[in-house]
């Protein structure tokens, strides 16, 4: 198990099962430090690693520059920047050139969508506001029809399941209907497990999430991690 599936494990048991870090020390049978490590961060961070200089540091710059003035291969880039004093492994930096050599840009289709056929929903992170004595983070729900680019946007101060799942019926009833299909990022209120660690590839829907689609006769779909593609459009920027 990944680190970060093991931080939305570990979050999943203490959120949605009310479990304390005690139990779900036991339960997954790994320190409490650990637990308490994943439950003070609500967004996973990977661990920072100690980096060591090596003898191609000081080359990156003008390896990169080399490249983007004309397709050298890696031999070539290492005979020229020997003859500057550059005593690394060759094999070091064939493998930094394999890393930063420029690469065409995918084509993607142009995604079209039929009037009422599908939305797309994202949080959006506003600030912090003052709420009395305190500060408070304030994000945005934005649900946007594909076809009308018709935009609903509630403001809110939590990312919990009953604020979301209240945005969706007042989104439905600002548009004045429903569509068929919803594709939502892979927050953890709409997706349990994200398509990168699903079974068969395939991300795993809340189960409050799912009932909702359910009931209101839509289709919840997780776009894929690291696709924004798949939406077929640039989020928007509400800030």
Do not use: W
Not at 58 to 80: G, N, W
Not at 145 to 164: P, T
Not at 213 to 219: E, I, L, R, T, V
Request: proline share 4%; aromatic share 10%; net charge positive.
């Amino acid at each position: 198990m990944t680190r970060y599936s093991r931080h939305l494990q570990i979050h999943q048991l203490a959120e949605n099962k009310k479990l304390s870090a005690k139990q779900i020390a036991a339960r997954l049978k790994i320190s409490i430090k650990t637990v308490m490590r994943h439950l003070k961060t609500e967004r996973y961070s990977p661990p920072k690693v100690r980096r060591v200089a090596r003898k191609i540091d000081p080359y990156k710059e003008q390896i990169k520059q080399l490249l983007e003035r004309s397709d050298y291969t890696a031999v070539q880039i290492f005979r020229m920047l020997k003859d500057e004093g550059y005593s690394g492994c060759e094999s070091v930096l064939r493998d930094y050139v394999s890393q930063v050599r420029p690469r065409r840009q995918p084509a993607f289709l142009t995604l079209n969508f039929e009037p009422g056929s599908t939305a797309q929903v994202d949080f959006a992170e506003c600030g912090l506001i003052n709420v009395g004595e305190t500060r408070r983070k304030l994000y945005a729900f934005v649900m946007t029809l594909s076809h009308s680019r018709m935009v609903f946007i509630k403001f809110i101060m939590r990312q919990n399941m009953e604020h979301f799942l209240a945005c969706h019926r007042e989104a439905f009833e600002y548009f004045g209907g429903i569509p068929k299909k919803i594709m939502v990022d892979n927050c953890k209120v709409a997706v349990k497990i994200p398509s990168l660690f699903g079974i068969a590839g395939e991300a795993v829907i809340n189960e409050r999430y799912a009932d909702c689609a359910a009931h209101y006769n839509f289709k919840a779909v997780a776009c894929t991690v690291r696709k924004p593609n798949e939406k077929g459009y640039e989020k928007l920027d509400i800030m």
